[in-house]
C-alpha cells in the first residue's frame, strides 16, 4: 500500500467497478463513488484491500460538497458515473432525456471535478480521467473510423460526451501549470447496462478499465488535453 488515493465515480459496477479494482491492485486507496450504500458496500467487498465506501451521487450538489470535505488530499480523481437513457436519434428524444442525461454526463462531472480540485491540488501528481465514448467524436461520428457504423442515435448520451470532451481540454488547459494531466477515455463498446446495445456486446469492461489505468498512473511527462482508445491509441475529436 502506496500513500496515492483515488476517487472513481460510479464505481459499484461495470466499467468503474474494474477501474477501482485495478486501481487497488497499484497500492491506491481507492474511494469507490456510488449512489447506492449497499451496492457500494458489495463492490467494496468484491475489491477487497485498499477500497472504501463513499456515498456519492454526482447529481446532487449538496451530497459532492459534503464527499469532498470528507478528503484532504486525492491523486486521481476518475469522472466514470454516466447514464445513457435510450438510443433515440435527436427528433425522437425529449427535452427532459437531454437535461437528465447531461445531468449526469457533464454537470455531474463539473460539480465533482470542481468540488475535489482543492484535495486534487495538494497531490504532486493530479490525474482525471474522463470516462467518454467514441461516439463522442464528431470525426468518428461523419466518417468511416474503427469502432462503429456512423448513425444518428443515442443523440442525448453522445450529445453530453461530446461536451465532457470540450471540457476535458478546457480543464488541460487551464490545470497544465498545476501539474494536473486531464484526459478522456473511449472505453469501446462493453457488456455492461448502460443501454441495451451495451448489454448486448460482448467487450469486456475489464479491459476498458486497463486504458484507465493506464491515464490515471501517467508519468509527469505523459499528454494532457488528449482523447484515448482503451488501447491507447489516439481518438481524433
Known amino acids: 500500500m502506496n500513500e496515492r488515493t483515488a476517487l472513481v465515480t460510479g464505481a459499484n459496477k461495470g466499467i468503474g467497478k474494474h477501474i477501482a479494482r485495478l486501481l487497488a491492485a497499484e497500492g491506491l486507496t481507492v474511494y469507490v463513488g456510488s449512489r447506492d450504500p449497499g451496492r457500494g458496500q458489495r463492490a467494496v467487498e468484491e475489491i477487497g484491500a485498499g477500497a472504501r465506501l463513499l456515498v456519492l451521487d454526482v447529481t446532487d450538489p449538496d451530497g459532492v460538497a459534503q464527499a469532498a470535505a470528507q478528503m484532504d488530499r486525492l491523486d486521481v480523481l476518475v469522472n466514470n458515473a454516466g447514464i445513457s437513457p435510450s438510443l433515440a436519434p435527436p427528433a425522437d428524444t425529449g427535452i427532459e432525456e437531454y437535461r437528465r442525461t447531461y ?20 497531490s504532486p501528481h493530479p490525474r482525471i480521467v474522463n470516462i467518454s465514448s467514441g461516439t463522442a467524436s464528431l470525426t468518428w ?9 456512423p448513425v444518428g442515435g443515442a443523440a442525448a448520451y453522445r450529445s453530453s460526451k461530446a461536451a465532457l470532451n470540450a471540457l ?3 480543464y488541460a488547459q487551464t490545470l497544465a501549470e498545476d501539474g494536473f494531466k486531464v484526459n478522456a477515455l473511449a472505453p469501446g463498446l462493453r ?3 448502460l ?19 493506464r491515464l490515471a498512473l501517467l508519468p509527469d511527462d505523459g ?4 482523447f484515448f482508445s482503451w488501447d491507447g491509441t489516439p481518438v481524433p475529436w
Open 103 to 122: 445531468e449526469t454526463n457533464v454537470f455531474g462531472v463539473v460539480a465533482v471535478t470542481n468540488a475535489f480540485l482543492p484535495a486534487l491540488r495538494r
Open 141 to 149: 461520428s461523419t466518417t468511416p473510423n474503427p469502432q462503429f457504423t
Open 223 to 226: 499528454p494532457t488535453g488528449g
Open 191 to 193: 457488456a455492461t447496462d
Open 168 to 170: 476535458t481540454v478546457l
Open 195 to 213: 443501454n441495451p446495445r451495451a448489454a448486448a456486446a460482448g467487450g469486456d469492461p475489464a479491459e476498458a478499465a486497463q486504458g484507465a489505468l
